[in-house]
């Protein structure tokens, strides 16, 4: 059996021998940016996400509160106006109905907000310890290798099915699911053995090549992204405290604008009950 290895190797010209190196090679590089940019995306991204909720999105979700608040007030003093300028009788019901139905929209964002904030809090609170971190980044590096489709582009339907349990183990951050899926694939999986055609090998090694620089540049955009760009800002308590007190400024005009509007449809109320147009 060693014989028949070593004849093959032999039989090999030294071209084909480079090429078959060149594309181990190349397979590493392209595993390590792939993990690089998985960890960004599904680790980084999403933690610096919970942080920024944590430190300055709880107060963006009251100002926001706060503004739908002072336009549906709003929109209520242009309804009764409306009523008055008819001479009809003013349906406060009615009104709020109408008003419901207008800002559905605007409750939709909110309800996504708090659930943007309860996720953070969630995954704020269950970060795995540094031991447990570090197995599981090191069994999703296994898998990526052993996997990841742009690695193995001849992938069985089995191996695709077992991909996917991955890359939805990963972004769970389910560590059991990944010490399974690792126990899974080494008792099926097998070493493929490179093909020796020159022409197959050189466009194996020109598309690892491209592989590798488009995800080179997918993680250049994502640094000049939120959340990615604020990365040192979040570590600056005067960065944060500074941008709290301006979003809390906005709070204070849209409680004003509250607080005028209130005033504003109390006087068109008694003034429609008293007759006065």
Known sequence: MINDEMNKILQLSPEIIKLREDISFLEKELGKVILEQDEMINTVKPNLEAEYQKKIGYKELERMETEITARRFKRQIELIQAAVNRQESIEEK????????????????????YRKMKEAEDRLNCLMSDEENAEFTKLYRQLVFKLHPDLNPNQTKDEENLWHRVQLAYEGGDLEEMRSLAIILDAQHETIELPSSKDVLQKRKQKLTEQIQKTINTMSELEQKFPFNIIGKLADNDWVNTKVEEIQEQVNQWQEKCKH?????????????????
């Open 94 to 113: 009615e009104i709020e109905n109408q008003l419901d139905d207008e800002f559905q929209e605007w409750y939709k964002k909110i309800e996504e907000e």
């Open 261 to 277: 509007y209130e005033d504003l449809i109390k006087v068109l109320l008694v003034n429609k009950s008293a007759g006065v147009n």
